[in-house]
């Protein structure tokens, strides 16, 4: 059976998400009434030096979507596609913001079908009142004295304030 004909719809919602802000809320939200399960995984070992420890982007995201036993939290290394094998997944759905994000995401869309052909990427576009933010512009909100109201999840604010304000640093 290919993984497609299975009953049980899985996605899978990959990111750094340093930190989960409210577009990806909004994102993991719509997914998952698409599909039977999310699993939203944050990736671990990137290119990138994350702000946030593995550990705490874990974190943050169990207390975001607690009490939601359709999204699954897990972290991978590696390639995307092996851990979308691994968790029997068909589709990974990403977020497009605005058609700066398109060349980017057309290229790992891309390359992620040529590694692995029956995994679909799936876009879903940002509600427009997200549409400028990412986790950096909340960092350097967070940073610079500004405030992150709105724009991560309650339960994780104080937290994001508390390692970046400039008054703790
Ligand atoms: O939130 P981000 O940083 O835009 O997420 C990017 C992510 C994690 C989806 C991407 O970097 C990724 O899939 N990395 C894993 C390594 C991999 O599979 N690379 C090939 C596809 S680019």
Redo the contacts with the bound molecule.
Sequence with gaps: MDRNDQKLRICVC????DPITNGHVDIIDRASKLFDKVIVAV?NN?N?RPEFTIEERLEFLECVFKGRPEIEIDSFSG???DFVRKKNASIIVRGLRAVSDFEYELQ?AH??KTLEPSIETLFIMTKISYSYLSSSIVRELARNGGSIDGLVPDCIKDKVLERLSPKNR
């Design positions: 990959p990111g750094s998400f990736l990137g990138k390639l995307l596609v790992m390359l992620n």
